[in-house]
C-alpha cells in the first residue's frame, strides 16, 4: 500500500471516530465518495478499534494489590553451596568465578 494511500485510510478512520456513534455511517460514506476499497479498510479499523475495547488502558501496576506477585528472587541473590570440590561426570569444580561460572578441569 502507497503511503498516500494509508494516510487516507487513517485520516477517514479518525475523522469517523471524531463524530458522534450515530453519524459514523454519514461520515464514512461521504468520506469514501464510493470507493468501495477504502470504505472495506477503514471499516476494518474501526472493527479492530471496537474490539481492542480498552486494552492497556489501566498500567498493569495499578492492578489490585490482592492479586499482584511478589517477583521472584534471583538466583544469583540466594545463598547456595559451595561447590567447590564437587564432581560433575569426569569433571570437578576447582573453583567459583562468578556467578554462573565455574573453573572445571577433566579428571581421567
Known amino acids: 500500500m502507497k503511503p498516500e494511500r494509508w494516510n487516507k485510510i487513517e485520516s477517514i478512520f479518525h475523522k469517523v471516530l471524531d463524530v458522534e456513534e450515530g453519524r459514523r455511517g454519514a461520515v464514512l460514506e461521504e468520506s469514501c465518495a464510493g470507493d468501495k476499497d477504502l470504505r472495506r479498510e ?9 474490539n481492542a475495547g480498552n486494552f492497556i488502558e489501566t498500567p498493569a501496576f495499578e492492578a489490585d494489590a490482592a492479586t499482584v506477585r511478589k517477583p521472584p528472587v534471583p538466583l544469583a541473590a540466594k545463598p547456595r553451596p559451595n561447590l567447590a570440590g564437587s564432581l560433575f561426570g569426569r569433571y570437578r569444580i576447582m573453583e ?4 554462573g561460572g565455574m573453573v ?4 581421567e
Open 96 to 99: 567459583e568465578i562468578g556467578i
Open 42 to 50: 477503514v471499516q476494518s479499523l474501526l472493527a479492530q478499534h471496537e
Open 104 to 107: 572445571c578441569t577433566a579428571i
